[in-house]
Nanobody
């Protein structure tokens, strides 16, 4: 089992920044891919960004140039630095852990509890 603990959410004004953290523990040796998703009220979860064990990153078009995903392997922690935040970024943000498939997509076996990010206009 793998446990994921997110932190760093909160309320920020438009144009501001927040940094989310996701600390992984447990059988993390099997994890080769970490990602952030977000969920708007009444909607399904949307992909935000991912990072491989080799620190290769990928972003959704909606956050490209504003958000940065990174990892600290020594502390088994993944971060999401969010800059130039907009009211439409308001959502619950979830950390996910899993692996890459042979087709280059991500499959996620573990999810965090989510952290609320609210951007006021």
């Amino acid at each position: 089992q793998v446990q994921l603990l997110e932190s760093g959410g909160g309320l920020v004004q438009a144009g501001g920044s927040l940094k989310l953290s996701c600390a992984a523990s447990g059988n993390i040796f099997r994890i080769t891919l970490m990602a952030w998703y977000r969920q708007f009220p009444g909607k399904q979860r949307d992909y935000v960004a991912r990072i491989t064990s080799g620190s290769i990153t990928n972003y959704a078009d909606s956050v490209k140039g504003r958000f940065t995903i990174s990892r600290d392997n020594a502390n088994n922690t993944v971060y999401l630095q969010m800059n130039s935040l907009k009211p439409e970024d308001t959502a619950v943000y979830y950390c996910a852990a899993g692996r890459l498939t042979q087709w280059g997509t991500g499959t996620y076996d573990y999810w965090g509890q989510g952290t609320q990010v609210t951007v006021s206009s």
